[in-house]
């Protein structure tokens, strides 16, 4: 019994000798490479002039400045989600999206090489419709993820942090506290078992400072302190 090989289609472009003008690194590459660093590097430097992140101690921004101004803590508030959404009974499900969905998109990345690279038909091309339909997939998907980062991060008041969290407002206010890790192994973790705190209570109540106090703070500084 044999093994039937599929039949490959040979693109002249890879026959002897080698090497050959389509892949070589100088000068069209190099000149390629070194246009996208310098619009991306030019892109980043315009956008750190024009909205930079208020720093005066002697002129502090104001709480509320800062919304609907870009910023890299979007991606972290996006990741934060759930334990805003999911609170009470339903933070069941919070797992979910804190770490299984991450979780799940890193393995389906890893697994695409040995998906779609070993298939008996390498060799043959793709038909338009098929790259037009993976083409409007991943489209589809780049809009979503960027659409969902935008959308939850615009409401933060990302340059306001300034105004409070400065030394001119008092002993280390302007640093993380001293006692960070006794604070959250002893007297968060107290308030939690005795049932005197509530998570991210909003009626009056006492609160400890849990993941839905700090997406309020962030969002609404002057209102959740």
Not at 43 to 57: C, E, H, N, Q
Not at 94 to 105: E, N
Not at 203 to 216: E, V
Request: with cysteine; aromatic share 14%.
């Amino acid at each position: 019994m044999t093994d039937e090989q599929p039949d490959l289609i040979r693109d002249p472009k890879y026959d002897p000798p080698y090497p050959q003008e389509f892949h070589r690194f100088w000068p069209r590459h190099a000149l390629k490479t070194v246009a996208v660093s310098t619009i991306t590097i030019a892109l980043v430097i315009g956008l750190a002039y024009f909205y930079r992140v208020p720093t005066d101690v002697n002129m502090p921004p104001l709480p509320t400045e800062g919304e609907y101004v870009p910023a890299p803590e979007w991606y972290l508030i996006f990741v934060f989600q759930p334990f805003w959404y999911l609170t009470g009974e339903a933070s069941i499900w919070r797992q979910l999206g804190t770490f299984w969905a991450p979780v799940g998109i890193l393995l389906a990345g890893l697994a695409m090489p040995f998906v779609f690279g070993r298939k008996k038909t390498a060799g043959k091309r793709l038909s338009t419709g098929v790259k037009l339909l993976m083409g409007i997939g991943a489209l589809a998907i780049w809009v979503s993820m960027t659409a969902s980062v935008i959308g939850t991060g615009y409401p933060a008041k990302t340059t306001g942090c300034a105004s409070c969290h400065n030394p001119m407002m008092g002993v280390r206010q302007a640093l993380p506290p001293a006692d960070m890790a006794e604070y959250y192994l002893g007297s968060r973790q107290l308030q939690i078992n005795v049932g005197g705190y509530r998570a991210g209570a909003t009626d009056g109540a006492q609160s400890y400072k849990d993941a839905n106090w700090q997406l309020r703070h962030y969002y609404e500084p002057t209102m959740t302190w």
